[in-house]
């Protein structure tokens, strides 16, 4: 968009007159608002795209002057671009804000902008003594009037920067009493004056008074004063704001309010005047005045809010801008209306594309591509059109990317700038082409030869370029030849000769001289930043980043390698086409990394790097990229020539460097296999490696060199002859045969063996192969791939002669090296399995051979199990257990001695596979190695327990099912069965209570001795017996899961061999047990004995302990031995925390120990009898003769 002046990319602004009192305007300005002008930027690396444009000048930063604008201040570029002569205003988009001629003192002051912001107001210089804009009186006929262009240049600037749409007056409002009058008339005499300069030109009038404090004036003396000088005036109160000193920054928001709403009625009364004028004007033999009418009242419709009707507008006249080119007509006005259409397309894509109606913006533009495409005009200039073409694209482009910054994840199309910077390149690759035609055609024929020559010789001068200052899109010199109509097919191949032929061949030696590559490369980055998600303009960096259109961005950067090669910058297109072909060859993409690699051939040979032509030509020789064999078997006749400087008739320097080149394709089949999988240390193994070459010729390798993980065991093969290139028929079948020679047929397997002594244990590995042709400091190095291996039989044996093409390779490039063979012997005796918490014994023998041991050391080890949770202890000289390090030190062992170490071993957790390693680790006077010794460990748990629980009647009761009650006894069985084939002796239990003591023990089976100690074995268990421990618990405190504590057994194996046994303590913890409390408390109050005859008292006292309002229901069963007096069925309530008391009167009727009555409490959300059956059923009654006893007893039962 560079073509266009920064009032194309920038909001343009209304134009406002600013008069008297300087130093207000200066704070009025400087508290005004700015606008960001990064919206429609050119984006980066972005030049204007004119092969030969005249220097325009910057936009002037100061103050203009009202009157006309000068030629030299009009924008111009060349007629090459056809449609870019755009001058500044008519590229310009207004809008509603504001732009301020002030005064030149004030002017200076706004020009202070901070960088990356644009004031919003354009500043002038406007005076009462000065020449004010004058209108221009309007036609009232337009009947036979032929306007000698479209669009004036003087209507647009004097609009921009000439015509005021409001006068703002600045006037001193102090609240001065005494002198009023006096300052009344020079107020309004002020003002009149003011109103005599716009009273013809219906410009707006603003009076901003200016007050030192606003709030000193009272409102009702300030009104009145505004109304006074209103009515003289013949003003609205509306035209007068005022403006405080205190206060400027919120009093400029008032008056910018203003300005806005009189701007904006100025330039809608000025459009509407112009719509009046439309009816004047013939649409058949009048178009193009309607195209200057339609766009003059859209262009007054951006200065207000909103751009429907701009749109709508400019679209009318782009619609008559077809009605121009009806009839037959000039060159020149067809390059004409392609500009107006240009500027016109550009007004309503940015407009759409600001009120972000980006599908609108792409089908106008599709819509303006589709209606100009095929407008060539005269054929020897269809260059011209062609760059117009490319700029239409490049300026959509750049206005996408700007007002539509695609996503990472956007997929590539017509919403897409990327999309749009292509077409350009395309276009100026068209442009290219037809002017190199053009030029072939006309340097044919004598008279234009001798003008090219001496344009080439002389230069041309480019002054009958300039654009026309009157009209837009017109040029100073204008053709009056006439040429067929642009839309028929012109046959005309050259123009007529005289002043027009020699104009055209200046043009044309020009356009021959224009560096096109320069714009398609740069059109072609810019494409490569837009469809490159990280958006960096680094290339190489932007490829890396990205994860999506990897091809797309290498299509491109092919592109701009292809251009690079054209223009003869060989050595930039040859670093992009490397960093192309490794993508292709990497993604396995042949026939194009064919392509490429013989463009890198070419920049080879321009650039006469003969190292990098022989990187190139091996590329090119690997199967599936070159097809043709004729190819293939040129490119290793130069890759012998460069090699060999006898024979060197390539035109290129003899080969003076080693190149490295890393293989893709099996050029070189090769695949390395040791004899044996595993080999123990100091013996000999024998590798033999396999190679197959697919070089269309026959060659002679100078050595092959093997690389292993160990690099004291590489190896480097060499027949140690020079090296050759044959063809098939010219190679001796004796050369062949011989085994050590590296001349290798092409297809034909060849096999090489290498035996060597395995040093220490380890693993051997074949890393890298590689193999060189020519000589170490100037010959060719193949990085050779990843060895693979080829489905074989399994009892192929290879021997070092030529294998025949059907037999079939193992490759085995990795080699397991074991400890030397050990002299010594290891021996581990224990009884398995071993018990959980058990110190399990292992006897460890060490047996030497014939040699004297220096230095031994056993390594304890394990598997299938974390090492981390088993320990190893020893039996020190008192009978305790102490436990050792993983590596025990052994000392040294004299020939043929027996050594033997007790070890116990203990594990906590269960694990069926458990095996441990017993490693001893010696040294001898020539050698270091280690016996192996593993044996079979299980580990399995002892003991097993059930948990039961039972009342203190021996009746069972789940531990969860809350008959277990707090404070109330309960008995708690333990069961410990063995589950070894080892009999274990049973020591001592313990019952060990949690630290919060939620029970108490009250009793238990545990036997103890008189000093209070345990016996020595409670009892031995084999295999499947059982052996019971009984506990009397009392619940302390109420809970869902409470984990009472554990039980502790104390045991040891009773078939030890040793005369210690270590013990082991096992815990066993206690279930979890729900204890719930008693809902309710239940008094029996009765007496201890009665008399027959004799009235006895019987209450029940019921507490309820719960929260909740219980039902209640009692029933009494009599007998024969009492008279009952009471309530004999009943049913109650009692509230929380409440007591209930039932009272029965009793009539004992015998003697003798007699039972009560049954009473019988039952509650309803229970279900059970509250009354706890334990209490005392009966009473003792005496004969009738005897006294009762007074005395009551008191049982309280809780249940």
């Known amino acids: 968009m560079d073509k266009y002046?920064?009032?194309?990319?920038?909001?343009?602004?209304?134009?406002?007159?600013?008069?008297?009192?300087?130093?207000?305007?200066?704070?009025?300005?400087?508290?005004?608002?700015?606008?960001?002008?990064?919206?429609?930027?050119?984006?980066?690396?972005?030049?204007?795209?004119?092969?030969?444009?005249?220097?325009?000048?910057?936009?002037s930063s100061g103050c203009r002057s009202s009157s006309t604008p000068s030629p030299a201040d009009v924008a111009t570029s060349s007629p090459s671009e056809s449609a870019s002569c755009t001058a500044d205003e008519l590229s310009t988009r207004p809008e509603g804000d504001v732009a301020l001629p002030v005064r030149e003192d004030t002017a200076s002051s706004l020009s202070d902008g901070c960088e990356g912001t644009r004031a919003r107001f354009q500043m002038t210089r406007f005076s009462y003594g000065g020449n004010t804009p004058r209108r221009k009186d309007k036609r009232t006929t337009y009947e036979g009037y032929t306007p000698a262009g479209m669009l004036k240049l003087s209507w647009l600037h004097r609009h921009v920067t000439s015509f005021p749409s409001v006068l703002t007056v600045f006037i001193s409002w102090e609240d001065e009493v005494e002198n009023w009058q006096n300052?009344?008339?020079?107020?309004?005499?002020?003002?009149?004056?003011?109103?005599?300069?716009?009273?013809?030109?219906?410009?707006?009038?603003?009076?901003?008074?200016?007050?030192?404090?606003?709030?000193?004036?009272?409102?009702?003396?300030?009104?009145?004063?505004?109304?006074?000088?209103a009515k003289h005036c013949n003003l609205s109160e509306r035209n007068f704001v005022f403006f405080s000193r205190k206060t400027p920054k919120d009093c400029t928001v008032n008056v910018e309010k203003h300005l806005m709403e009189l701007a904006s009625q100025y330039y809608m009364e000025e459009a509407k005047r112009l719509k009046k004028q439309k009816d004047l004007i013939s649409k058949r033999s009048q178009p193009q005045l309607l195209v200057r009418l339609y766009f003059k009242i859209g262009f007054l419709y951006e200065f207000c809010t909103g751009f429907t009707l701009a749109i709508k507008y400019y679209r009318t006249a782009y619609v008559y801008l077809r009605e121009v080119l009806r009839e037959r007509r000039t060159y020149a006005q067809l390059i004409e209306v392609k500009a107006v259409a240009d500027m016109l397309n550009f007004k309503i894509c940015k407009l759409l594309l600001t009120e972000n109606g980006i599908q609108e913006a792409c089908t106008q533009f599709q819509k303006h591509v589709n209606t100009w495409q095929d407008m060539i005009g005269t054929p020897h200039r269809e260059y011209e059109h062609w760059d117009w073409l490319s700029s239409q694209f490049e300026v959509f482009g750049d206005l996408m990317a700007c007002a539509n910054p695609a996503s990472p994840n956007a997929t590539p199309?017509?919403?897409?700038?990327?999309?749009?910077?292509?077409?350009?390149?395309s276009y100026t690759q068209e442009r290219r082409k037809q002017a190199k035609r053009i030029y072939d055609e006309m340097s044919r024929v004598q008279t234009y030869s001798k003008i090219l020559l001496e344009c080439k010789k002389n230069g041309s001068s480019t002054a009958f370029l300039q654009p026309s200052d009157v009209y837009f899109g017109q040029r100073t010199v204008r053709s009056p030849v006439e040429v067929e109509h642009p839309l028929e097919d012109v046959q005309d191949q050259l123009p007529i000769a005289g002043n027009e032929m020699a104009d055209h061949a200046r043009v044309l030696s020009l356009e021959i001289q224009y560096d096109y590559s320069q714009r398609v490369i740069r059109l072609l980055e810019q494409t490569f930043v837009q469809y490159s998600p990280s958006k960096d303009t680094d290339l190489y960096v932007a490829l890396e980043k990205s994860e999506k259109n990897t091809r797309l961005l290498l299509y491109v950067l092919s592109q701009i390698a292809d251009e690079h090669f054209r223009s003869a910058r060989h050595d930039i297109a040859q670093r992009h086409y490397k960093r192309i072909e490794s993508t292709y060859i990497a993604e396995q993409w042949y026939s194009l990394s064919c392509a490429i690699l013989n463009k890198l051939m070419e920049c080879a040979i321009q650039l006469k790097h003969t190292a990098e032509y022989v990187?190139?030509?091996?590329?090119?020789?690997?199967?599936?990229?070159?097809?043709?064999?004729?190819?293939?078997?040129?490119?290793?006749?130069?890759?012998?020539?460069?090699?060999?400087?006898?024979?060197?008739?390539?035109?290129?320097?003899?080969?003076?460097?080693?190149?490295?080149?890393?293989?893709?394709?099996?050029?070189?089949?090769?695949?390395?296999?040791?004899?044996?999988?595993?080999?123990?240390?100091?013996?000999?193994?024998?590798?033999?490696?396999?190679?197959?070459?697919?070089?269309?010729?026959?060659?002679?390798?100078?050595?092959?060199?093997?690389?292993?993980?160990?690099?004291?065991?590489?190896?480097?093969?060499?027949?140690?002859?020079?090296?050759?290139?044959?063809?098939?028929?010219?190679?001796?079948?004796?050369?062949?045969?011989?085994?050590?020679?590296?001349?290798?047929?092409?297809?034909?397997?060849?096999?090489?063996?290498?035996?060597?002594?395995?040093?220490?244990?380890?693993?051997?590995?074949?890393?890298?192969?590689?193999?060189?042709?020519?000589a170490y400091s100037a010959g060719i190095t193949l990085l050779l791939p990843t060895i693979s291996a080829d489905l074989v039989a399994e009892d192929g044996v290879l021997e070092p002669e030529t294998v025949p093409e059907t037999t079939k390779f193992v490759a085995r490039p990795t080699l397991r090296i074991l400890d030397r063979e050990p002299t010594v012997e290891l021996e581990v005796q224990h009884t398995p399995p071993a018990l959980v918490n058990e110190q399990y014994h292992l006897q460890v023998t060490i047996k030497n051979g014939p040699e004297n041991l220096l230095d031994c050391s056993l390594l304890l080890d394990v598997q299938n199990f974390p090492a981390e949770k088993v320990f190893f202890s020893e039996v020190g000289e008192s009978g305790e257990c102490t436990t050792v390090e993983k590596l025990i030190q052994v000392g040294a062992l004299k020939a043929n001695e027996v050594k033997k170490l007790d070890l116990f071993s203990r594990c906590r957790y269960i694990s069926p596979d458990r095996i441990l390693l017993f490693s001893l680790l010696y040294k001898t006077d020539a050698f270091e190695t280690r016996a192996v010794h593993s044996v079979a460990s299980p580990v399995c748990e002892p003991l097993e327990c059930e948990w039961t629980a039972f009342s203190t009647k021996f009746q069972a009761i789940a531990t969860q099912s809350g008959s277990i009650r707090c404070n109330d006894p309960f008995l708690l069985r333990l069961q410990v069965k063995c589950k070894t084939a080892s009999p274990i002796g049973l020591l001592s239990s313990e019952f060990q209570v949690d630290d919060e003591k939620r029970c108490e023990v009250i009793s238990s089976t545990v036997k103890r001795l008189d000093d209070g100690s345990f016996t020595d074995v409670l009892e031995t268990v084999h295999m499947g017996d059982t052996y019971t421990f009984w506990f009397k618990l009392k619940p302390l405190q109420v809970g869902e899961s409470l984990n009472m504590g554990v039980v502790n057994i104390r045991w040891r194996r009773a078939d030890g061999e040793l005369t210690f046994t270590p013990e082991v303590n096992s815990t066993f913890p206690v279930p979890p047990i729900l204890v719930t409390s008693s809902p309710f408390l239940v008094s029996v109050i009765t007496p201890s004995e009665g008399s027959v005859g004799c009235m006895l008292s019987l209450e029940i006292h019921i507490q309820n302990l719960s929260y909740m309002l219980e039902d209640l229901s009692v029933l009494v069963k009599e007998n024969d031995s009492f008279v009952f007096a009471g309530v004999k069925r009943a049913s109650f309530k009692v509230c929380p925390a409440e007591e209930y008391v039932l009272r029965y009167n009793l009539l004992p009727i015998s003697a003798g120990q007699v039972r009560f009555p049954k009473f019988i409490v039952k509650s309803k959300r229970y279900g059970n009898d509250i009354v706890d059956p334990k209490q005392p059923d009966s009473i003792w009654i005496r004969p009738a003769h005897q006294r009762l006893s007074s005395c009551q007893t008191v049982r309280t039962v809780g249940v």
């Open 615 to 774: 990187w190139t030509c091996v590329r090119a020789l690997e199967p599936g990229v070159t097809t043709s064999a004729t190819q293939r078997r040129k490119h290793q006749e130069m890759i012998a020539s460069v090699l060999s400087p006898l024979r060197n008739q390539s035109g290129l320097p003899t080969l003076e460097e080693n190149v490295v080149v890393q293989l893709h394709a099996p050029l070189l089949e090769i695949g390395a296999r040791f004899s044996e999988s595993t080999v123990a240390a100091g013996r000999e193994v024998t590798l033999l490696v396999r190679m197959v070459s697919h070089f269309p010729l026959a060659m002679r390798f100078s050595d092959l060199v093997i690389e292993f993980n160990d690099t004291s065991y590489n190896v480097n093969l060499s027949d140690g002859k020079p090296f050759v290139c044959l063809p098939f028929e010219e190679v001796s079948s004796e050369s062949v045969d011989d085994e050590s020679s590296m001349l290798l047929l092409p297809d034909i397997a060849k096999v090489y063996r290498k035996t060597f002594t395995c040093k220490a244990k380890g693993t051997l590995t074949v890393t890298s192969l590689l193999t060189r042709i020519g």
């Open 183 to 229: 300052k009344e008339i020079e107020t309004l005499a002020f003002i009149d004056q003011a109103r005599q300069i716009i009273l013809t030109k219906n410009i707006r009038l603003l009076v901003v008074l200016v007050v030192n404090d606003i709030d000193d004036i009272k409102p009702a003396i300030r009104e009145q004063k505004v109304h006074n000088v």
């Open 5 to 59: 002046a920064d009032e194309v990319r920038y909001r343009p602004r209304p134009v406002i007159a600013l008069v008297g009192m300087p130093d207000v305007q200066a704070t009025l300005v400087s508290h005004l608002s700015t606008e960001d002008p990064s919206r429609f930027a050119s984006p980066p690396h972005h030049t204007s795209s004119s092969s030969f444009s005249s220097a325009r000048p910057p936009p």
């Open 413 to 425: 199309g017509v919403l897409h700038a990327g999309y749009y910077y292509q077409a350009a390149a």
